[in-house]
């Protein structure tokens, strides 16, 4: 009995290189014979992504292909080739959302910085592209005045001065409820709080 599950492939979600090595590890956890990798992938991936592969193996079935020409046959049609400099463009358009907190756009720069080519630059692609598309003037400025500083402490710093500030803005809410229910005592009247 096999360990572990694998859900069917969601065509939508655009995810085909992951969840091809989330299949390779379930292979390789539980043991499976080599022969047996392409029963295993079209059983995995739901009848969707399999009348997909009948379509693209037509006239041959996907049973009589290799599980990398499987793999790839689905790659190339969800991924077909990009251009890098139109994938670069869409990376330096990105941008914080309203509403969108630091890690969940640190997220979506790192899955577009994917696809992007960077190489040995890719930290500092992504430190520039981060402090760049920061929905706050006042942290961008406080990272500017850094004289110095990498990725990973442009992230750092930037984490530790939203909590700050997320801080902040619970210990005010809560001051201000306790001064208010002081019950109208003269001590507390009137004093501005800090």
């Known amino acids: ?6 859900e069917p492939f969601d065509l939508t979600s655009k995810q085909w290189p992951a969840y091809v090595r989330r299949v390779d590890q379930f292979i390789l956890f539980n ?11 079209i059983t995995v991936v739901g009848e969707a992504t399999y009348s997909l592969m009948c379509d693209l193996c037509t006239p041959a079935n996907p049973e009589d292909k ?19 400099l139109a994938e670069r463009h869409i990376f330096r358009q990105r941008r914080q959302r309203v509403g969108e907190s630091l890690t969940e756009y640190l ?10 080519n960077f190489g040995n630059r890719l930290e500092e692609d992504l430190r520039d592209q981060f402090v ?19 990725y990973k402490k442009a992230v ?20 201000q409820h306790a001064a208010g229910s002081t019950g109208g005592g003269a001590a507390g009247e009137g004093l501005p709080l800090r």
């Open 1 to 6: 009995m096999p360990i572990g599950k694998i």
């Open 31 to 41: 043991e499976i014979k080599p022969e047996l990798k392409v029963s295993i992938l």
């Open 66 to 84: 290799t599980y990398t020409e499987l793999v790839e046959l689905v790659k190339v049609h969800l991924e077909p080739q990009r251009s890098e």
């Open 107 to 116: 997220q979506a720069l790192q899955h577009l910085a994917v696809i992007c």
């Open 132 to 150: 760049s598309g920061l929905a706050s003037e006042l942290l961008r400025s406080r990272i500017f005045a850094e004289r110095t500083i990498d």
């Open 156 to 175: 750092e710093l930037s984490l530790a001065l939203e909590a700050a500030d997320r801080h902040a803005e619970t210990s005010g809410v809560d001051g």
